[in-house]
């Protein structure tokens, strides 16, 4: 997936780094194993414990007759630092000329550019795996999407891809399960399974010590965990934030737990019996008497919690929440990852987002569609989401042909169904003058996350400013060359690596208002000869009104037929027949 400029670049070297390199002993081409930047790696022997080792390398041996050739280029300049040092011709014509004069007699519709696109096309081809093909095919430098940083593939898969005509430099330094490519977070089941048995004796024993807000604290983590397990949503503060986003009957849920993006990007993920039932048959109950409990202590507390127990919406309070005894009363307060961490409840040293990546990596191997998995976890091709106005696929199919593989894999987890307290402990004894006080108005969820969005726009503003006015100095936009308007722009859009900055196209919009303003107001034409377009993403179908939506049209459906049946159309003015 190389270029042939950048192939030429191959170093030969023995040692392994992030991109392909020539050993000159083994004739073989060996990197690190890929995976997207930024992305987690196990920093301390107890968190490598945790997770599947990964591999020290690829390595893809050369087919036997490339090998001989190199091996005799290798006699001949045994300095050689890289493959484009072995490039010998007696008339001095480089090698680029002489590929594109070859290629020109042979196949000259075809540039050496092309050739750059067949690797990739082909792994695709194979695995009908766009993150494969991506990550297989990738530079260190390449942008990858966030969908590349949850899967992995490991040493076995990797050499029955590759067909390599010599696997002993696999096997002698790594097992066949070790990671070839791909996210390192790669939780071991057996380990996984066991804290979460930990946590549901924790719990048992916190019940029964009678504390009511540690108990709910803890058995709030524990739901809150069940179900970043089941859906694989992100680990965002309040990715639960209503019990109207739970339809029940039909079993899913809506999300919208990303952080970043102007558009509505929520979606709906199935739900497991186990969960479903965990949720009605035991979490409800237990806020209904959680509401018993608090209300003495707050009152208008104590009224949200009993809404949201009868699985309607409160403005001030969220599904999962945690509760705090401070100064100003009994106060609640959002569930995060940090709060579930501080708490010590799992065991595992490694962060809640693990889930996310153990569906991405577990429904592969189950032979799920990897287009439906970026449905599941909210991922989606630029200009090609999964299910959406413009796509050929049906939301409802492909979650009834995924639902058994989420359902084996959530069973997998040995989450009990743990019930409340059997005797109700004493209720909370609280301030009479605070008894009633009114809820602070505390933005959450979705809300919340469009607030803290907002702020990263007047962030990147104010960042994109300081860039323009420092690379400016004392000139104006009008006074730059096109080359250094570009190199402007380059800068606002890319960081110091070269890669895609999260916030480069805002900073971008900045500077492209002030080219227009300056046209506008002043006249003056600034020399931009090259200008960047992003492209626009494709708004989510799925809202918050999809959970119970089946059942109104069921509803309605029903209430037209009994009009029909017991209407005399006869008697219908003009305006009512249209109507119906």
Same mark, same amino acid.
């Given at each position: 997936g190389r270029s042939f400029r950048s192939a030429m670049a191959i170093a030969v070297s023995a040692a392994t780094t992030t991109e392909w390199v020539l050993d000159p002993q083994r004739l073989s081409l060996h990197r690190k194993p890929p995976r997207r930047v930024p992305g987690w790696l196990p920093s301390t022997d107890n968190e490598r414990s945790w997770v599947k080792q990964a591999a020290p390398a690829q390595v893809i041996p050369l087919p036997p007759d490339i090998a001989e050739i190199f091996r005799d280029c290798l006699k001949s300049i045994p300095s050689a630092q890289c493959l484009g040092d072995l490039w010998q011709h007696r008339e001095g014509v480089s090698m680029l000329s002489y590929l594109r004069q070859k290629l020109a007699e042979t196949i000259p519709r075809v540039t050496p550019g092309m050739l750059r696109e067949i690797f990739p096309q082909r792994l695709y081809e194979t695995s009908r795996d766009p993150d494969f093909a991506r990550l297989a095919s990738s530079h260190p430098q390449t942008g990858l999407p966030g969908s590349c940083s949850y899967a992995n593939w490991d040493l076995a898969q990797f050499e029955r891809l590759f067909h390599p005509t010599d696997g002993e430099d696999l096997k002698a330094h790594a097992s066949s399960n070790d990671i070839a490519m791909g996210s390192h977070l790669d939780p071991i089941e057996?380990?996984?399974?066991?804290?979460?048995?930990?946590?549901?004796?924790? !719990?048992? %024993?916190?019940?029964? =010590?009678?504390d009511v807000l $540690?108990? #709910?604290?803890?058995?709030?983590?524990?739901? @809150?965990?069940?179900?970043?397990?089941?859906?694989? @949503?992100?680990?965002?503060?309040? *990715?639960? %934030? $209503?019990?109207?986003h739970f339809d029940f009957?039909?079993?899913f849920v809506y999300l919208d737990d990303k952080a970043s993006g102007d558009l509505r990007q929520g979606r709906l993920v199935p739900l497991s019996d186990r969960i479903c039932h965990f949720l009605r048959n035991q979490y409800? *109950? /237990? !806020?209904? +008497?959680?509401?018993?409990?608090? @209300?003495?202590? =707050?009152?208008?507390?104590?009224? =949200?919690?009993?809404?949201? @127990?009868?699985g309607e919406h409160s403005d001030v309070l969220p599904f999962i929440f945690l509760l705090n005894d401070s100064d100003e009363g009994l106060v609640w307060f959002s569930l995060s990852e940090a709060e579930i961490q501080a708490m010590g409840l799992f065991a595992w040293p490694l962060p809640l987002n693990l889930f996310r990546h153990r569906l991405s990596q577990r429904l592969r191997k189950l032979n799920v569609d990897p287009e439906v998995i970026d449905s599941l976890l909210g991922h989606a091709e630029t200009g090609a989401a999964t299910h959406g106005d413009y796509s050929f696929r049906t939301w409802a199919k492909d979650m009834g042909e995924v639902r058994p593989a989420l359902e084996q894999l959530f069973d997998a987890l040995p989450f009990e169904e743990i019930a409340s307290w059997d005797i109700a402990p004493p209720p909370l004894a609280g301030n009479p003058a605070l008894q009633n006080t009114e809820q602070r108005e505390t933005l959450y969820g979705i809300r919340a996350r469009a607030k803290r969005r907002t702020g990263r726009v007047l962030s990147a503003m104010r960042d994109a400013k300081r860039q323009i006015a420092l690379f400016l100095g004392n000139r104006n936009l009008a006074d730059l060359t096109a080359d250094q308007v570009y190199e402007l722009s380059k800068q606002l859009l890319l960081q110091r690596n070269g !890669? *895609? $900055?999260?916030?480069?196209?805002?900073?971008?919009?900045?500077?492209? #208002?002030?080219?227009?303003?300056?046209?506008?107001? /002043?006249?003056?034409?600034?020399?931009?000869?090259?200008?960047?377009?992003?492209?626009?993403?494709?708004?989510?179908?799925?809202?918050?009104?999809? *959970?119970?939506? +089946?059942?109104?049209? #069921?509803s309605l459906r029903k209430k037209v037929d009994e009009i029909f049946r017991t209407t005399r159309f006869e008697q219908l003015g003009v305006r009512e027949a249209a109507a119906l």
């Open positions: 057996s380990l996984l399974a066991n804290a979460i048995k930990q946590a549901s004796q924790v !719990l048992y %024993e916190m019940r029964a =010590n009678g $540690s108990f #709910h604290n803890a058995f709030s983590a524990y739901v @809150a965990t069940a179900l970043l397990a089941a859906t694989g @949503a992100r680990p965002v503060r309040d *990715p639960f %934030e $209503s019990a109207r009957n039909e079993r409800f *109950p /237990h !806020l209904a +008497q959680l509401a018993t409990l608090v @209300a003495p202590a =707050n009152r208008t507390l104590a009224d =949200n919690i009993s809404r949201v @127990a009868k !890669l *895609p $900055s999260a916030n480069g196209f805002l900073k971008y919009k900045l500077l492209i #208002h002030r080219v227009e303003r300056e046209w506008r107001n /002043h006249g003056k034409r600034v020399r931009l000869t090259r200008r960047f377009y992003q492209v626009s993403q494709e708004q989510s179908p799925f809202t918050k009104v999809a *959970p119970g939506a +089946q059942a109104l049209v #069921h």
